[in-house]
């Protein structure tokens, strides 16, 4: 399952580990993921809307203000067909884009987990380490205090 999610993402995957750092798994690889992304950012921005009511106002303005090229009269039929093919596209290319953004994400997660139990397994190793050297220098403590019984207890020379 996670290699497949791997594959999805575009992610080469050895021995179930990732081989992209994190800013590859944000690169766009074909062409049709880069369109894709940056047709949803522009499609997604306040830009592109107050641009596309701009020009649909100045297109009912002219059509009806004009005194003889009125190329799309009232109830503005070319208007609403070009609106519709607009919506027949944009909803494949923002799904497309939202289906590559939660692959992205899954191989991030995927990826973060990866992080966590290495970074769980250093600290296991360090408080092993840790335990030794406090051992040792209880150990070390116990020789002291032998070394300084025997000096206290023998009689000066």
Known sequence: MAIAVAAQAGEVVEN????????ELH????????VADSAAAGIGSWRFIIIQTALVMLWVALN?????????????????LMFSVQAAYTGPILLLASNRQSAKDRAMARRDD?????????????????????DAQDRHTEI????????ESEPPQ
């Open 27 to 34: 690169e766009p690889v074909t062409l049709g993921e880069r």
């Open 144 to 151: 002291l205090e032998l070394l300084r019984g025997r000096g």
């Open 114 to 134: 990866e992080e966590l139990g290495v970074i769980y397994k250093l600290q296991h190793e360090q408080m092993e380490v840790l335990t030794l050297l406090k």
């Open 64 to 80: 009806l203000t004009a005194w003889d090229l009125k190329w799309d009269p009232y109830p503005f039929i070319l208007l609403n």
């Open 16 to 23: 179930g580990q990732s081989t992209l750092t994190r800013s």
